[in-house]
């Protein structure tokens, strides 16, 4: 198995604001790793710097290294959109192209990457839809709009569209928000299947639901990684005092 994500030193910056400082931390491979923390605490910052997507606001930096599975994602030279790719994103409130069909949603990154074959966007498309646990469901009717899907639908989508391109590791910010509890539940069983070929790091307000899907368990308070540990531990035995008032409901 490969060497998962190791974060050395990690700053970010909105402007002159220090939203992150000095994060070091080590991701393991084929494993949920839960990022929790109160709102305004850097967690959807952390993740958007594994994949470089903090990158992308007006006036936002980021010093320190992150390396996946050997490899400098910040180094000179290396591609921004080549590190999204083998980094897949997933978002708090689904997000399929609206003006695309439920093929063409989960095609989209394929045809980016030079895909024209028809047959091959058809096994492809089809496979990530398996891997997202929706193509029962959309079978028939790929080629209606993908928002016409319902919610849950739509974040499996948007979760297959990630999958298409074949990515080494998933990011997940808060994909259960915005969905009921039915749909919920069905994102977190595919979470605990899909980890059996990929790295995934997931932000959820859910304390639940972090004790559910994950291994390790990440806190984060005031853009400072205050615990890292393996999840029973976090949730039943924390180091710092600190950690164990925010999952006790004392603050948050």
């Known amino acids: 198995m490969a060497d998962g ?12 604001l220090h939203v992150l400082r000095d994060i070091d931390m080590a991701i393991d491979p084929g494993a949920v790793t839960a990022i929790i923390g109160p709102s305004g605490c850097g967690k959807s910052t952390f993740i958007r710097c594994l994949n470089r997507m903090h990158e992308v606001v007006p006036g936002a930096q980021t010093q320190g290294q992150v390396l996946l599975n050997g490899d400098d994602l910040y180094g000179p030279g290396v591609d921004a959109v080549q590190i999204r790719r083998r ?30 074959n028809h047959a091959r966007l058809d096994e492809w498309v089809e496979r990530a839809l398996r891997h997202a ?32 391109v074949r990515p080494e590791v998933l990011l997940m910010d808060e994909p259960c928000s915005a969905l009921d509890p039915i749909a919920t539940a069905k994102i977190e069983e595919l979470i605990v299947e899909l980890k059996k070929d990929l790295t995934i790091v997931i932000v959820t307000h859910n304390m639940q639901q972090a004790a559910r899907v994950s291994e390790a368990t990440a806190f984060f308070l005031l853009g400072e990684l205050v615990e890292f540990d393996k999840t029973p531990r976090i949730f039943t035995n924390p180091r710092d005092k ?8 004392r603050f948050g």
Request: positive net charge.
């Open 87 to 116: 980094i897949g994103m997933v978002f708090q409130k689904p997000n399929p192209f609206p003006t695309m069909s439920v093929f063409d949603n989960v095609a989209a990154g394929l045809r980016l990457d030079g895909v024209r």
């Open 133 to 164: 646990a929706l193509w029962d469901e959309v079978k028939d009717q790929l080629g209606k709009s993908g928002a016409s899907l319902s919610g849950g639908q739509q974040q499996r989508l948007c979760i297959a569209r990630a999958l298409a």
């Open 5 to 16: 994500i190791i974060v050395r030193q990690l700053n970010a910056w909105f402007g002159a």
């Open 242 to 249: 600190r950690t164990e008032d925010y999952i006790t409901g």
